[in-house]
């Protein structure tokens, strides 16, 4: 007898338990995607304020008293910086320690030496907080950006949504490889490196062309790296995780790594977690590799660089420990015949 279309077959799966579970086995992604993008999205982005953001300014008396009035109106919102100069604090800017410089001004105008490249919603909160300062001097304030991004790159955003290919395909890449069974663990490694390569050099001279970015060569090592860090890691994470890939990998590379990156919104303004998981996670140390290598002058590399180098690490001893697990197994089972 054929089965109606629609209709449960007689068995287990009648039972109200049977249904649940089929329906929990085929919901629980939909469900994860749900409670991660509650906690990893709306909770940090909807409503931004800052954390510890990094202000030089040029004059030790003035930076005391910066410091005192922040402290009072936001506290823990911004670390005055002291430089000894307005040239030192212009520095400090240009060089990436700090994400804006304020000197005052000997004829009623104090200045605001800012930096585009460092994420154009920290230009409006310093901007914002500092304006009262020199109005209640009765300064007026005016803006100077130092560091603007490439010309191509009107909002800002235009690295991190080119950082999100390098962060994005390479685990895409792992789940369809999956299905590739007559692959050799070897050979799916050998073609991780393969798209890795072509990822990064499509997206580099297409963001070039559009100028999204500065033409610096040196970005493509940092964009290799970042794609055999993620892909290396997911594809040695499969004999552990087995079916729950997917989560694992959408949670690395998707839930936490974009809330913490910088990218989207600065880390500075995302809650503590998400600024914990800044250093530590392989998309925000991508960015700021980029942005270093962009518009700063390669300060600051040394971090990205050992960052991502350990992820890529992790991964091959990941990949080499499922590789000696399975060997194991072959060798433990009885000959066939």
């Known amino acids: ?10 068995g287990s799966e009648d039972s109200a338990a049977g249904l649940l579970g089929v329906l929990v086995k085929a919901l629980w992604f939909p469900a994860f995607f749900v409670v991660g993008f509650l906690l990893c999205y709306v909770l940090p982005f909807h409503a931004p304020s800052p ?45 990436g320690e700090a994400v804006a410089a304020f000197a005052v001004g000997s004829s009623g105008t104090d200045t605001l030496y800012v930096a585009q490249a460092s994420g154009s919603a920290l230009e409006s909160v310093v901007t914002a907080a500092l304006t009262p300062a020199a109005a209640a001097q009765g300064h007026t304030l005016a803006t100077v950006d130092l560091v603007p991004t490439a010309s191509g790159d009107k909002s800002g955003t235009g690295l991190f949504y080119i950082a999100m290919i390098w ?36 997206a580099y001279y297409v963001a070039l062309s559009l100028n ?27 004999p552990f995780v087995k079916q729950y890939l997917p989560a694992v990998a959408v949670g690395l590379a998707v839930l936490l790594s974009i809330p913490s990156s910088g990218g989207a919104l600065p880390y500075q303004l995302v809650p503590q977690p998400f600024r914990l998981l800044h250093p530590v996670m392989p998309l925000g140390n991508l960015v700021d590799a980029l942005r ?46």
């Open 292 to 337: 270093s290598v962009f518009y700063f002058h390669n300060a600051g590399l040394l971090r990205p660089t050992l960052v991502l180098s350990a992820w890529w690490i992790v991964g091959a001893a990941l990949i080499a420990v499922g590789a000696l697990q399975q060997r194991r197994r072959e060798h433990a089972q009885p000959d066939s015949a």
């Open 51 to 95: 954390h510890h953001i990094q202000v030089a300014v040029a004059d030790r008396a003035a930076a005391a008293e910066l410091s005192a009035g922040l402290a009072k109106s936001a506290p823990g919102a911004f670390d005055i910086l002291p430089a000894a100069d307005a040239t030192e604090a212009r520095r400090m800017v240009s060089r």
């Open 167 to 202: 962060n994005i395909v390479p685990y895409i890449t792992v789940m369809m490889l999956l299905s590739a069974v007559q692959l050799s663990r070897r050979a799916k490694v050998l073609t991780l490196a393969g798209v890795g390569t072509v990822l990064s050099l499509v």
């Open 212 to 238: 999204i970015v500065p033409n610096e060569p040196l970005a493509l090592l940092y964009a290799f790296l970042m794609t055999q860090a993620i892909s290396w890691t997911v594809f040695g994470l499969v």
């Open 1 to 10: 007898m054929t089965e109606v279309a629609g209709k449960p077959a007689e």
